[in-house]
Structures are given as C-alpha cells and as structure tokens.
C-alpha cells in the first residue's frame, strides 16, 4: 500500500471531544495535510503541519510528530456537521499526496 | 473565486463506450491533478500536470485512460472503452505550486460519478 494508516470508522456524541489517528512511512517527509469530505462531496483543506506540534483552528486542531511517523486531528465540541470522512495526506518532497482511505466519522444526538 | 469546475457531474454510460470528464482549474494555478476515488482504494493519484505539462502519469491504469490540458484553463481525461471496473468518482484538483515546497494546499472540483453498466 501507501504505507499512510487510519481506522476505517469512528463514532461519538454531539459535544464531546474525538481524536483521529494517522500514521504514515515515508523515507522523505514534507508535510502532514487533514481534509474533510462530506459524503458525496469533494474533499476540503483543513489544516496542514509541517514542524513537530500543535496547529490549532477553532475548533479543529492537528498535530504532527515526525520522529514517530504520527498525526492526529482533534476535534472539540462534535456537531452534527462534524459527519463526515476525514482524510490525513503526506507529501514527501514532490508533488504526490499521499492519501489514506479515510475515517469516517459518525456524530449521534 | 467559483473553485475548480468539473463536469458532467454524474455520468451513466454502457461498456465500451466512450467517456471524457472535464475540468476547469482555478485561474492562476499552475497544477492540476486527476484522482480517482472508491471505497476500496480511497483516493488515487491518476496523472499530474505542472503548466500544462504531463509531469507524472504513473497512477493511469492503462492504455484506456488518457489525459491532456491544451491550456491553463483546461483538461480532460478520457477512458475509452470503458469498462465496469472503471465506475468511480473522478476529482480534478489544482494547485498553485510556488518555490516554497510547505504552501501547497490542493483544492479539489465536486468531482464526477462515473458508473460503467
């Protein structure tokens, strides 16, 4: 594969707090990307981290360790809007994303 | 801005025949990428072209598929003949790519649902 890891599927409540996980290999490491899709839609930008840490946007916040080949994008306050499939990238020092499968993200009442 | 415009959005079409999907990047940028999505694969680099240039066309299956820019503002990608396995949904994205390697934000079009009968 393309050697870049996510679950497949998460759920949570409207309001608390939900932690996406990716991993990634790569000998040549750029940067870390997180998009949003909503279903039948295109994926949107989200948030980018190239240093080691915390980015954080609002509600959103994204973080990057390059020694551990890990990210993670956080998210506060779910809302029902929150649904959608997220999906973490790398770029290695060309043009190429690198897209994981995506985790879809179930928000209930 | 109106983003990256794709068309047909949806297109239903039998085996064999012939399908082209068009798009129309963001004026002023200089990269455009063509992926292909399904549940399976999750999204796949198709081909990628830097000033109307094929740069990378690695990602295309095979000899059905193909694609070109004949100008900044326009591209296609044409399978022929189709085939059921192709069914997918195809983004067109673009990029403006600076000397600056840490500011290349992608911006993807609604894309097109292909279904090959």
């Known amino acids: 594969g393309q050697n870049i890891d996510q679950p497949t599927e998460m759920t949570a409540t409207e309001g608390a707090i939900v932690q996406i996980n990716c991993t990634y290999q790569t000998s040549g490491f750029n940067g870390l990307f997180w998009y949003q899709q909503h279903a039948g839609e295109a994926p949107t930008f989200l948030s980018y981290n190239v240093l080691d840490g915390l980015e954080e946007k609002g509600r959103f916040s994204s973080f990057l360790s390059r020694s551990k080949g890990y990210s993670y994008l956080l998210l506060k306050e779910l809302q029902m809007k929150d649904s959608a499939s997220y999906l973490c990238?790398?770029?290695?020092?060309?043009?190429?994303?690198?897209f994981g499968t995506g985790t879809r993200l179930k928000v209930l009442a | 801005d109106a983003g990256v415009i794709q068309s047909p959005r949806h297109e239903v079409t039998e085996m064999g025949q012939e399908v082209t999907l068009r798009c129309k990047p963001i004026s002023g940028h200089n990269s455009l990428f063509w992926y292909r999505q399904t549940m399976m694969r999750g999204l796949e680099l198709l081909i990628y072209?830097?000033?109307?240039?094929?740069?990378?066309d690695s990602g295309m299956p095979e000899d059905r598929f193909s694609a070109k820019m004949p100008n900044a503002s326009f591209s296609t990608l044409k399978i022929q003949p189709s085939e059921p396995r192709d069914s997918a949904v195809y983004f067109c994205?673009?990029?403006?790519?600076?000397?600056?390697?840490?500011?290349?934000?992608?911006?993807f079009g609604p894309g097109t649902r292909l279904l090959v009968l």
């Open positions: 990238a790398y770029t290695s020092g060309t043009y190429k994303y690198i």
């Open positions: 994205a673009s990029q403006l790519r600076l000397a600056d390697p840490y500011q290349e934000t992608q911006y």
């Open positions: 072209f830097n000033n109307n240039v094929p740069i990378d």
